[in-house]
């Protein structure tokens, strides 16, 4: 499939294209109107080559696919895997949101059960030593030895 | 000099430093092993930690971590032929042959000694041409700053990506834009921050490095699993640690010349482990006798001890830019450049000068770490191996656990684990189309440096482009760049009319 290999270039080409448009809206302080450099030249020069590049690149991997057919296309997925790293991404932003309400102790033991569950982890013993004692240790070590302060949690206070 | 580097001998030869580095071995070994975790994760996870501790034990920690991580990269490419790190991939070419024989422990041997010389060889190279090269470029002008940043971001766009020249520069370039996010430094004004206080301060390195790095890679082993490394973990016995007099007599050579070629190699901008070591494989395949060369690729124990010398020597190496010119030459000194700045150091010419102790100590401690390589990690490695054991699942999730805390005590606002979730699924989804990440990250922290010289090169030439070709040095500097960027173009060019030429329709 043609857009499996031009798909990275082409997302890069719509970005530089919006980062340009935007780099061209940054609005200049009055003494800066004047200079050969100011704040929005490194953008628009980072834009320009940014289209350049990206261009070529659709230009080039369109070749590679003319040339190589679907056999080296890149993605390839299965479905499976595909669920299980939706729901590792998605257990990451519910560990951060929660952070800082839950503290870190509860938060920390409910990702790690919690993601080894979803890695395919069901023996609720393993489930238990290979968290507990970590977060126990981390705390110590980050709170006791260095001195370093790990959100308590919200909600406890 | 002999002061400073008294200075130097006294700081690193503190209890606590030593600790440090021995510390720092252990854990970039142990980090370095773990296949998808090379060195720039394994700094990137200790950069909490080197806050508390003072700039001369940071730096000797993220030291023996960087040199650590490569000892270990070579023991998982050996082992279970899954290199940790990239510039361990020419070590698995005989080093994993010579394990599947039942060698793997003089394999494990080789590549301990041929690391132990070249880091010595390169420590010493570095302390003779640090200080010269710190004199040299106090010379240096703000454009010769910006074309020798330039140099150094085309070289690992053409060098980083095995042939993908086009996708390592948009990356580069992706790398440049997301560094002008925030207020801008020298005018106060604001650039893409789309009215997010959380964005004025820019993005933070350490959160594009774990999220481009640590988390894509550990998302990366959960969207495309490999099974069959999965099943050769661990496996096996070791077999004897031995070298014998003619392993010895049969290496010692290589390991000499890889070790000169591996430090000028890391000293280039761009260039650094990877490349040294590949180059100092090829070289020692064409150099060697025709009984020795049949066996290149099925087992050969030069073909291991070259590429593990090439890529200690050249690890010293990326020391010298970075601590003379205070220009990273790779992603992994990219992050101690970083970490260097958050202390409120600032690398360059007159880090000699101004702050001796944490110049040599990093120096001196070197040659303690490339000790400690030897006589610590080698005797452990059977026991440190058993890391790769350790199921999946539970490695993958405590490498996004370490990777988010990470970045959580350094800047104690959940918006930026918000931030690193949302860059590791863009860098997810680039890894799964081929592209490259280093190229991203030497362009994000190259970028704030190159927008401040550029603008006081045209400032000081008021506004005109001459500085480029008014001094030979500038100018030098920008031709070679020139070359590294169109000599890739030239090559795909030259590629397609050949094929065309060599398929008539």
Known sequence: MLLRFVLGPLLFLMFFTVYGIYAWQIPLLPFEQYEAVDSSTLPKIYAGLGVIFSFLGVIAQYIKYRDEG???????LKKENIKT?????LLMVIYSALLEPLGFIVSTLLFLIAGFWVMGERRGRILLLSSVPMVVIFWLVMTQLLDIYLAAGTFWS | MFDALMVGVDAAFQWNNLMYVVVGCLVGTFIGMLPGLGPITAIALMIPITYSIGPSSGMILMAGVYYGAIFGGSTSSILINAPGVAGTVASSFDGYPMARKGMAGKALAIAAWSSFTGGTIGAVMLMVAAPTLAEVSLSFYSGDYVMLMFVGLTAIAAFSSNGEFLKAMMMTIFGLALSTIGIDPSS????????QPDL??????????????????????VIKPD?????????????????????????????????????LIGVLPGAGATIASFMAYAAERNLAPAKYKKDFGEGAKRGLAAPEAANNAACTGSFVPLLTLGIPGSGTTAIMLGALIAYGLQPGPLLMQDNPDVFWSVIVSMYFGNIVLLILNLPLIPYLAKVLVLPKPLLTIFILFFSLIGVYLVSFNTFDLFMMIGFACIA??????TFPMAPLLLGFILGDMIERNFRRAMLISDGSMNWLWERPLTLTI???????????LFGFMKGRLNKTTATPD
């Open chain 2, 188 to 195: 106060g004004t604001e650039r893409f921050t789309f009215g």
């Open chain 1, 85 to 89: 790293i939706a729901l590792v991404i």
């Open chain 2, 478 to 488: 920008f031709i070679i760049a020139i070359v590294v960027l169109f000599v890739p």
């Open chain 1, 70 to 76: 679907d056999d080296h296309a890149p993605l390839g």
């Open chain 2, 227 to 263: 099974k069959q490394k999965d099943e050769d973990m661990g496996k096996g016995n070791l077999g004897s640690f031995k070298l014998t007099k003619g392993d010895v007599k049969e290496i010692a050579p290589s390991v000499g010349r890889s070790s000169v070629l591996g430090f």
């Open chain 2, 428 to 433: 997810l989804l680039l890894r799964l189309l």
């Open chain 2, 200 to 221: 004025l301060d820019g993005l933070s390195f350490l959160l594009i490095a774990m999220a481009t790095f640590a988390l894509s890679e550990a998302l990366m082993n």
